[in-house]
């Protein structure tokens, strides 16, 4: 099974992830974990948004690695791409955690470019 694969699954699992050190916060209610008052400021709210970039980037990065190995992309450089990706969310999720936002958008931007390049992977590789 191709790394690219793998990389999706990861990709999946990273929102949830992204939020889960706030929940380690003592004043978190596991009976009411969507408390908006919870995630409103500071680290709990970038880890927040964090988490639903991640759940808005996921689409398209799956779909990408499906087409791209589907319509004949070279897995090798999909593989390369795809683990490209996973480095530069993990980048940008300790961004948002840390309150860098110039890196955070330049690691969002890159991420998003890797997934340019894996969909349109079989037209140039």
Same mark, same amino acid.
């Given at each position: 099974?191709?790394?690219?694969?793998?990389?999706?699954? +990861? %990709?999946? =699992?990273?929102?949830?992830?992204? @939020?889960?050190?706030?929940?380690?916060?003592? $004043?978190?209610?596991?009976?009411?974990?969507?408390?908006?008052?919870?995630?409103?400021?500071?680290?709990?709210?970038?880890?927040?948004?964090?988490?639903?970039?991640?759940?808005?980037?996921?689409?398209?990065?799956?779909?990408?690695? +499906? %087409?791209? =190995?589907?319509?004949?992309?070279? @897995?090798?450089?999909?593989?390369?791409?795809? $683990?490209?990706?996973?480095?530069?969310?993990?980048?940008?999720?300790?961004?948002?955690?840390?309150?860098?936002?110039?890196?955070?958008?330049?690691?969002?931007?890159?991420?998003?470019?890797?997934?340019?390049?894996?969909?349109?992977?079989?037209?140039?590789?």
């Amino acid at each position: 099974m191709p790394l690219a694969l793998w990389c999706v699954l +990861i %990709a999946a =699992l990273l929102p949830m992830l992204s @939020a889960l050190p706030a929940k380690f916060d003592k $004043g978190y209610d596991n009976a009411n974990p969507r408390n908006p008052d919870f995630w409103r400021e500071g680290f709990r709210a970038r880890a927040a948004s964090a988490q639903a970039n991640g759940f808005e980037a996921f689409p398209f990065f799956a779909v990408a690695v +499906i %087409a791209g =190995l589907w319509q004949g992309g070279d @897995a090798e450089w999909i593989d390369r791409l795809a $683990g490209l990706f996973i480095g530069l969310r993990l980048i940008y999720i300790f961004c948002y955690w840390t309150d860098r936002a110039n890196l955070r958008s330049l690691s969002w931007g890159l991420a998003f470019a890797s997934v340019i390049a894996i969909f349109t992977s079989p037209l140039w590789s």
